[in-house]
């Protein structure tokens, strides 16, 4: 059975961080491209961050340029989020996605499989 599982969010002030997790379990996670998604109330779902199966390339999305970081631990089935000077428009759910094979997808419509999903919520 082939589960994500995040894990890291919560409720953060304007300006701070939070790092949000992912866990991949039931499949090869070395073998996927790994995604971060996020859907506020009433918007689309919008591609985050991306990265490379093996970690050696990272993709972001124009919002969050600069201030946020994915990175993968392939060893440990995980993928990572790393979120600083968080602003109000950030919240969100943010799901992580897993998608197999070796291009970055920017649609999620490219994944294969995705998490519950974890809330974020940054007070002004």
């Known amino acids: 059975q082939v589960q994500l599982v995040e894990s890291g969010g919560g409720l953060v002030q304007t300006g701070g961080s939070l790092r949000l997790s992912c866990v991949l379990s039931g499949r090869t996670f070395s073998l996927y491209a790994m995604g971060w998604f996020r859907q506020a109330p009433g918007k689309e779902r919008e591609f985050v961050a991306g990265i490379h199966r093996t970690g050696s390339s990272t993709y972001y999305g124009d919002s969050v340029k600069g201030r946020f970081t994915i990175s993968r631990d392939n060893a440990k089935n995980t993928v990572y989020l790393q979120m600083n000077s968080l602003k109000p428009e950030d919240t969100a759910v943010y799901y992580c996605?897993?998608?197999?094979?070796?291009?970055?997808?920017?649609?999620?419509?490219?994944?294969?499989?995705w998490g519950q999903g974890t809330q974020v919520t940054v007070s002004s």
């Open positions: 996605a897993a998608d197999y094979g070796i291009i970055v997808h920017m649609s999620g419509y490219e994944y294969d499989y």
